[in-house]
């Protein structure tokens, strides 16, 4: 018993010299959409999610990150949803740094569209700008020389992508049926995925370069053989790509460019443009950044897996340099082929030092809208895929409480 005390008290120990903090967030969400949906659904949403995070530092090389996210729709019950953003334990030397469990993990410097990122599944019923991740269980080794930083991933299996439901909003309009999901890999959702990366800068330009090899995080969507159904089908990729950034005085050039074979034939993406910031814009102290990018897909109207082959996005970015942190961003995405455009809103304010206000809103057009009673055209009409989405302009409005 002696020993099993003194085992004990060894393996315990470095707990004695943790420190531990916890904060947290509550979303009050609701959003206003112009038209009733396609399909009947409500023109109103409201949701409320919570988000907390538990840092515990133990000594000065090891420590455990817990990021609980849950959300509830009072509309969408698909919606609901709960995910460990992240969960692990990490460990720092002074060249090498070790990560093991659910984490998060982003690649890339553009600003309308995220091209590279693929280590974490996309949060599809959290929102539709791609920037929501759920957590991968994953192993993450980084080792860090004078020549630039080396990550390898050991990624543990595929969290499946979750889609609005029936009464959701933003949703394609037939039924995708998650539970029929099929995979390239014998090993089906549990196949072991590895990825490599490579970052480093010369002078002002900042660069990494990666290769991905493993199930796509992207699911091609079948139709089944009654036309009734959407069914996902997950296929085994590999993914070699590039991020640069150069920065010149008020002027960041970037770009995001990707090699991809296993979703048909090999094809090439790439996003490339410049942020020009304009300080003290309008005789203020407001400072203005300008953004102009070109998304470019070479599989041109065969492109499944995204609304952008051929488009040109222009946004400006406010900062008001005020004590509230008061930003936004306003862009368009304009699609030099068909037409489409999506017009987007981000911005926040700080309202004191526990609140903070979040306003976000979409406007889809140039598109044809769906008829009901039709829904296969949006999934067949190449030159007009995002006609699903034409009666769903929205307003978010967001207040957050932090503790």
Do not use: C
Not at 253 to 280: M, N
Not at 287 to 309: Q, S
């Amino acid at each position: 018993m002696r020993h099993l005390v003194v085992l004990l008290s060894l393996l315990f120990a470095p707990l004695a010299l943790a420190e531990a903090r916890l904060e947290g967030e509550v979303q009050l969400q609701g959003r206003w959409f112009a038209e009733q949906g396609t399909y009947g659904q409500a023109r109103f949403h409201p949701s409320v999610a919570l988000q907390g995070e538990l840092v515990v530092d133990v000594g000065a090389q090891d420590q455990f990150v817990f990021t609980p996210f849950l959300r509830v729709d009072l509309e969408d019950s698909s919606r609901t949803h709960f995910d460990a953003r992240e969960l692990y334990w990490g460990h720092l030397e002074d060249r090498w740094e070790l990560n093991v469990g659910v984490r998060q993990v982003f690649w890339g410097v553009t600003e309308f569209h995220h091209l590279v990122d693929i280590i974490n599944q996309t949060d599809q019923v959290e929102n539709v700008d791609d920037e929501d991740r759920l957590g991968q269980p994953m192993a993450q080794l980084s080792l860090v020389r004078d020549w630039g930083i080396l990550d390898f991933y050991l990624l543990a299996g595929l969290r499946e992508r979750e889609f609005p439901g029936r009464d959701g909003r933003l949703r394609l309009p037939l039924k995708i049926d998650t539970a029929r999901a099929m995979f390239e890999s014998a090993a089906d959702e549990r196949r072991l995925d590895g990825a490599v990366r490579w970052s480093s800068s010369l002078g002002a330009l900042n660069f990494a370069l990666h290769h991905f090899s493993g199930t796509s995080r992207d699911p091609e969507l079948l139709i089944n053989a009654d036309g009734s159904r959407l069914v996902p089908r997950y296929n085994v990729i590999d993914q070699s790509g590039l991020e640069a950034q150069f920065l010149h005085g008020d002027w960041a050039w970037k770009l995001e460019a990707l090699s991809r074979s296993g979703d048909g034939d090999r094809y090439s993406a790439a996003v490339a443009g410049f942020e020009r910031t304009l300080v003290g814009v309008f005789d203020s102290a407001m400072d203005m950044g300008v953004v102009v990018e070109y998304l470019f897909d070479d599989r041109d109207e065969n492109a499944w897996n995204t609304l952008f082959e051929h488009d040109v996005a222009l946004g400006a970015r406010f900062t008001w340099n005020d004590v509230h942190d008061s930003n936004a961003l306003v862009g368009i995405i304009w699609d030099t082929d068909t037409g489409e455009r999506i017009v987007s809103l981000e911005a926040q304010r700080q309202l004191g030092a526990d609140w903070l206000l979040r306003v976000e809103g979409r406007l889809f057009s140039g598109s044809r809208a769906v008829p009901p009673d039709r829904p296969l055209q949006a999934l067949t009409d190449a030159r007009h895929r995002a006609g699903f989405l034409e009666r769903d302009d929205f307003l978010q409005i967001e207040l957050v409480r932090y503790f």
